[in-house]
């Protein structure tokens, strides 16, 4: 039997045509993405600002100094324009950081130890050594207190910048690097309340820990949240206001206690009934059955990231780089600024601290193979995100406005901060441009990334087999289903001497239920069904919605109230996700792609093909030697 598989991308067509016309300029805008656009946001609201403050420093400062009242009869609160935005648009940012904070340790990277050690220890050591360079440099200048300017790494920048900048395949290294800034954030904003307070009165500290006693069991209102959800966090932010702690800590603190899961797969079969329903009988009742439903389905969490999102990047943030980056750049300035240990201090502490910090600790992990980092993290793309954690910027900023008065040292501290962020760019495209370089296009992916573990991967065959095939694939991609086929041939025709293992790959603009059924496969792995489960999704390609997965596994005889646990559980998600980064660092855009003997193959995938490809690769004479056939129930490890 002869074959070629293929895999056919029915997008292909359409984004030819696309490619054959002109973009328009909102085409390429939205082609940016969300990170771009805001970086590109918050970098013009910075030039603008710079510009502004230059230009007419009474108008900016007027602006900035406007009183604003706000309150009802005798109870008011006075502010100005300016300490609207640092206080009270900033604690919104504050919330969507610990929102990230709150999914990460809940189902995201920091839910494997093994996995969050690296970036926690790189986060910390990128905490206290900026630290450290900038009392050194500091020392006698009467600024000394002035050390959390330099710990805190600019989130929404890095995410920014590693997407314009990055090197290619960065996704791993972006999950890395939005670990490291989870952490960093924690660390930073601790750093805040506890040196950066004026005054502290604790007494309404007991109204916001009310308070946020309120939203931890707003959880279990059965509707009407929202509203609870925003009264609660207004009397936190005015108490933690009231108690001299600076407010942005009540986002955070409310954050923490938002919940989050993965989606209960009933939940959403639950909201396509009632979908359903309102096809065949339209009227506002079931509309709104089912929009409630489908919303409730999503973790309120996720909800808020992804309803707040835009609104921090394309509004938030760049209102305070406006606010906050007007610095005077007189020559007189500049020149106080260039002979200012101060300032010096400063991008010290930035770029070369953030660097040695984060680079030097996970260098030495390395070392003493401590954690785990996962394939395509080389140590040069690890250095080009070491270096861009050297952008500062937000809280930078934010920090210089908490603990200088002097306004000629603000001045200073600024003109540092944006120096350090500009550098610590320029240094991080080098060393990506240099990796690129090194590691060229022609050669991403032919050979096997991560070698084949036992303990961790799904092995069919001996486990010490002479000859090895690893399969990217996708249960609903048809070609993936013939070339389980071909493989059934030929660990046949081998007879013992082949081990063979799938990992996950799921093409999901093609395939909108492949990742879904990647973790069905894992959760029924989990009760040592994975091969059945495999085979009934290649069986049946045209029904895997939710419910289809759940019948599978009550008629193959799984415990379905523990699959239904192990589908939402981190371990299955993160296994999952782990194979889906292997293939995007090895630019896998199809499947089923198969590597032999570790090196990637890229003829057809018949099984005589496969039979000769695998011997001509053997890597010893052993290959050709029949090794002992396993018995039958052992096909699987």
Sequence with gaps: ?????????????????????HPSIA???????????????????????????NLSHETYDALWETQLTVGVGDIT??????ALVNDALMAIFFFTVGLEVRREFAIGELTSWSRALVPVVAAIAGLVVPAVIFLLIANGTGQEHAWGVVISTDTAFLVGALAIIGPRASGRLRVFLLALAVVDDIGALSIIALFYTESFTPLPLIVAALGLVGVYFTRYVPRGRGPIYATLSIIVWLAFLASGVHPTLAGVAIALLVPVYRPNRRDVEHALELARTFRQSPNSEYARQAANSLRESISINERLQSAYAPYVAYVILPLFALANAGVVVSPDILAAAMTSPLTW??????????FLGVYGSVALLRVFRIGDLGPGLTLDR????AALCGIGFTISLFIVDLAIDDDLAQNEARVGVLLASVIAFILAAIIFRVSDVRHPEDEAGMTLARPVDPKRDHVWGPVDAPLTIVEYGDYQCPFCSKASGAIEEVVRELNGRLRYVW?????????????????????????????EFAKSLFADQDHQMPSDILRRAEELGLDVDKFERDLRSPEVTARVRDDMLDAEAMDITSVPTFFINGQRHTG???????????????????????????PEDAEEH
């Design 503 to 531: 990992r996950h790959a799921p093409l999901e603009r093609v395939h909108p239920n492949a990742v879904a059924d990647a973790e069905a496969v894992e959760a029924a792995a989990l009760q040592g069904k994975r091969t």
């Design 345 to 354: 201090a400063i991008v010290a502490g930035l770029v070369v601290g953030k």
């Design 77 to 82: 609160l006075d502010f100005t324009l300016h």
């Design 604 to 630: 057809p995938y018949d099984a005589q093909s496969l039979v000769r490809a695998l011997l001509a690769t053997a890597p010893d004479e052993a290959a050709a030697q029949p090794a002992e056939p396993e």
């Design 382 to 385: 690890l250095a080009g995100g």
């Design 1 to 21: 039997m002869t074959q070629q598989l293929t895999t056919i991308d029915p997008s292909r067509n359409s984004q030819d045509s696309r490619e054959r016309r």
């Design 27 to 53: 085409e390429k805008i939205q082609a940016m993405g969300e990170n771009r656009i805001g970086a590109l946001l918050l970098l013009i609201a910075t030039v603008v600002a710079i510009l502004w403050a």
